[in-house]
């Protein structure tokens, strides 16, 4: 039964180590400054250039998605120079120059590109999120357990050891 349990705990804990992979290597180019992995420099907001407001942004960003946005964030940057609104609903984003009220929508990098840029890894699988972070809960706590078993398997054996001599 040791060697059962002591296969079933290597395979757990190689499964359970792809998510873990992923969750690091998604964020460690989340912690270099955004000019090492995009090319883009940002600077200190020049606040005296900003001519578009808030809810102006908002309108412009409107104009130019089909169907509409459902804004869920709003942030104010100045980029190579260039204030702007970036607007994002969903997975859809619109910037907006801060000067001209120009928008245009934001293009989508490749997989690659948004896997390191996101947050979080898990938003790229969509429906299957709740599933796969539910899946990897349980494999962890088959890993712990599985852990413990053989851990406890192999005090018991020692301490039966010790008592025979």
Known sequence: MTRRVAWLHLWLGLLCALPMFAWTSSGFLGALPRSTTSGVHYQALELPRLRVDAQAAARA??????????????????????????????????????????????????FLSGYFSEAHFLWKLGKLRMPVMVSATLGMLALLFTGLLLAYQRLRKRSLDKSAE
């Open 61 to 110: 960003a409107n104009a130019v998605s089909d169907p509409p946005l459902k804004i869920s964030s709003m942030t104010l940057e100045q980029r190579d120079g260039r204030l702007s609104w970036l607007v994002i609903g969903g997975s859809r984003g619109v910037r907006v120059d801060g000067e001209t009220g120009q928008a245009e929508k934001v293009e989508r990098g490749g």
